[in-house]
């Protein structure tokens, strides 16, 4: 193992470790804060489609702001795990359209529109467990993003990347491997924080 897989795993477990003394009041309270913060970013609410997920657990909510952006005319896909790991995708119609699936993960119960359907993304949601100043996310470590976000590279695409966090997990710099991506800004209940994209 690496020096920085090592390094990740070791980030990994302290920020899981925090958000699991986080309350349910906590978390919803920050997913109400977090709704209205991210609704003032023009590339997830003023768009065309986004590509987002249904939060579970501890992570920092995004229900609202699913149901806030479907309201708006906004398409929004979710996500779909596929038995590789990899993610295909679905419409959001709404939290009576979602079903559980593997791991514990919400899914929407219509059509699969296939891995591709998330280069029709203007904006991602992505989960993570951090950022750094730099705009480098620390995701979970299972993949599935770095295939997403490797296909939109390879497909020209580019969409404007978001990340949904708690303000303890904005940090000076997370490990990173040559395969992770920069974000364009992260969300905190506290503050929206946008970096610059490269060649800007």
């Given at each position: 193992?690496?020096?920085?897989?090592?390094?990740?795993s070791?980030?990994?477990?302290?920020?899981?470790?925090?958000?699991?003394?986080?309350?349910?009041?906590?978390?919803?309270?920050?997913?109400?804060?977090?709704?209205r913060?991210a609704?003032?970013?023009?590339?997830?609410?003023?768009?065309?489609?986004?590509?987002?997920?249904?939060?579970?657990?501890?992570?920092?909510?995004?229900?609202?702001?699913?149901?806030?952006?479907?309201?708006?005319?906004?398409?929004?896909?979710l996500?779909?795990?596929?038995?590789?790991?990899?993610?295909?995708?679905?419409?959001?119609?709404?939290?009576?359209?979602?079903?559980?699936?593997?791991?514990?993960?919400?899914?929407?119960?219509?059509?699969?529109?296939?891995?591709?359907?998330?280069?029709?993304?203007?904006?991602?949601?992505?989960?993570?467990?951090?950022?750094?100043?730099?705009?480098?996310?620390?995701?979970?470590?299972g993949g599935?993003?770095?295939?997403?976000?490797?296909?939109?590279?390879?497909?020209?695409?580019?969409?404007a990347?978001?990340?949904?966090?708690?303000?303890?997990?904005?940090?000076?710099?997370?490990?990173?491997?040559?395969?992770?991506?920069?974000?364009?800004?992260?969300?905190?209940?506290?503050?929206?924080r946008?970096?610059?994209?490269?060649?800007?």
């Open positions: 193992m690496s020096d920085n897989v090592y390094r990740k070791a980030v990994r477990h302290e920020l899981l470790a925090a958000r699991s003394l986080l309350s349910p009041q906590d978390v919803t309270d920050a997913a109400a804060v977090l709704a913060r609704l003032d970013l023009p590339e997830l609410s003023e768009t065309g489609t986004v590509a987002a997920y249904v939060s579970v657990g501890r992570e920092p909510g995004t229900r609202t702001l699913l149901d806030a952006l479907r309201a708006r005319g906004v398409r929004v896909l996500p779909v795990l596929k038995a590789d790991n990899d993610l295909d995708w679905g419409v959001y119609e709404g939290a009576e359209h979602l079903v559980r699936a593997g791991r514990g993960l919400l899914e929407p119960d219509g059509e699969r529109l296939g891995v591709q359907a998330v280069l029709e993304a203007d904006a991602v949601l992505l989960p993570g467990l951090a950022v750094d100043g730099r705009g480098m996310r620390l995701g979970r470590g599935s993003y770095d295939r997403v976000l490797a296909r939109l590279a390879a497909a020209g695409a580019d969409p990347l978001v990340v949904l966090l708690y303000a303890n997990e904005v940090v000076a710099r997370v490990p990173e491997e040559p395969h992770d991506h920069p974000v364009h800004a992260v969300v905190t209940p506290e503050a929206v946008r970096f610059t994209r490269p060649g800007e």
